[in-house]
């Protein structure tokens, strides 16, 4: 069974520390990794997509990894800001009919 | 960056009439959208895949009578919610795709629905 999931849930850290998420996926054929970062009552938003042979990338301060081998992902925020506050969401992609499966998401809470 | 825009932002309805949600994609044609639903703290939900010309495919468990699905053009697709119920009330997103391939997704700002 396709699944992607997400870890932890939810995550309190200070202003300027710096944080990863992590994402399991079980998908296959594996087509795409893609993670979106979400505001509250707004759209996803795109912060890196990932092909089977990429292993690292970055965007700004958000730099995400991608091991196919162990199906594992991650997302690394450095330097975290006020503004990073959002869920994090990691959605891959299977090859086969085009399925696209989301994680539940990583809540983010940066405090001042 | 491609652009997707969801009208209206927001709508408040009462119970029994229908609300329509339309998404466009402002800076390419899109040949497929999706609708999402997303209640409050969870994840989004896809309800269904709507190809230009031809008929939602719908997930298990949306009833398509329900939430009716039009692509009429490349770059439109709206969303009619039919008899609105109270548990109707969500945030529904949707994105489109420029190819068929769905990885090339962007998302709109979403539409927050409340049923009264």
């Known amino acids: 069974k396709n699944q992607v999931e997400q870890s932890p849930q939810s995550l309190i850290i200070l202003e300027g520390k710096n944080c990863t998420l992590q994402c399991n996926y079980t998908v296959s054929p594996f087509s795409n990794l893609r993670w979106y970062k979400q505001d509250t009552g707004r759209g996803p938003v795109s912060l890196t997509i990932?092909?089977?042979?990429?292993n690292t990338k970055s965007n700004g301060r958000y730099t995400a990894t991608l091991d196919a081998d162990t199906k594992q992902s991650s997302l690394h925020i450095t330097a975290s800001q006020l503004s990073d506050s959002a869920s994090y969401i990691c959605v891959v992609s299977a090859n086969r009919d085009d399925k696209i499966i989301f994680g539940k998401g990583t809540r983010l809470h940066i405090l001042p | 960056g491609a652009v997707v825009s969801q009208h209206p932002s927001w709508v408040i309805c009462k119970s029994g009439t229908s609300v329509k949600i339309e998404c466009r994609s402002l800076?390419?044609?899109?040949?497929?959208m999706f609708w999402y639903r997303q209640f409050p703290k969870q994840s989004l939900m896809l309800m269904a895949t709507?190809?230009?010309?031809?008929?939602?495919?719908?997930e298990q468990g949306v009833e398509k009578d329900k939430f009716l699905i039009n692509h009429a053009s490349l770059t439109l697709s709206t969303l009619t919610v039919t008899s609105a119920h109270p548990e109707d009330s969500s945030f529904y997103i949707c994105?489109?795709?420029?190819?068929?391939?769905?990885?090339?997704?962007?998302f709109g700002p979403g539409t927050r629905l409340t049923v009264t």
């Open positions: 994105s489109a795709g420029p190819l068929r391939i769905s990885y090339e997704q962007y």
């Open positions: 990932m092909t089977f042979s990429e």
């Open positions: 709507s190809n230009e010309g031809s008929k939602a495919t719908y």
């Open positions: 800076d390419f044609q899109a040949t497929t």
